[in-house]
């Protein structure tokens, strides 16, 4: 079984990579960005209030996202293995994890960091046209990543295996290096 988390600026493939892993490893892939996109489209006040900060590139607070996290993390698809793909994105969110990982008894097997330089991030974010990718919030985004998410590694380094890829060329190559860090775990 694995539990894994992956961290990377927008644009890093996270959630290209998220699908070629949950093909193969068949663990639940829990996305902080889709929850809350499913919540924009249903309508729901979690989705109305996490709406007011995507819409900006800002981070949705800390309270929010970790009560989601806290509720997913119980069900029962995640007792075989998880992957959480945009989660945690700060020092807040890290540490609220391991107490909640703490209380159910899971324990981490690695953290993925997908690093991809700025300008291969931009691109590939404006070619994604989803309606948070303008170049405003793409830089408050990367700004942000910089700032409040990189720093979790260092998080990381002495709790469980940090495993670096490079994520730039093409997203086939970029997971056949995934796949065999993964197995050797
Ligand atoms: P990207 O990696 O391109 O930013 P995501 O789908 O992961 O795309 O996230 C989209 C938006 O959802 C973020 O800009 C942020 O507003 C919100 N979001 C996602 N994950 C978190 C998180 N862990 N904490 C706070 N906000 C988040």
């Not at 193969?24 to 007011?52: V, Y």
């Amino acid at each position: 079984m694995i539990n894994l988390i992956l961290i990377g600026a927008p644009g890093s493939g996270k959630g290209t990579q998220a699908n070629f892993i949950k093909r193969d490893f068949n663990i639940a892939h829990i996305s902080t960005g889709d929850m809350f996109r499913e919540n924009i489209t249903n309508n729901t006040e979690l989705g109305l209030e996490a709406k007011k900060y995507m819409d900006k590139g800002d981070l949705v607070p800390d309270e929010i996202t970790v009560n989601m996290i806290s509720e997913r993390l119980k069900q029962d698809d995640c007792k075989t293995g998880f992957m959480l793909d945009g989660f945690p994105r700060t020092i807040e969110q890290a540490k609220s994890l391991d107490e909640m990982l703490k209380s159910l008894n899971i324990k981490l097997t690695a953290v993925l960091n997908l690093k991809a330089d700025d300008a291969e991030v931009l691109k590939r974010l404006l070619s994604r046209g989803r309606s948070d990718d303008n170049e405003k919030t793409i830089k408050n985004r990367l700004n942000i990543f910089k700032n409040q998410s990189e720093p979790i590694l260092e998080h990381y380094q002495d709790k469980t295996k940090v495993i670096d890829v490079i994520s730039q060329g093409l997203p086939n190559d970029i997971y056949a290096n995934i796949e065999k860090s993964l197995k050797e775990i």
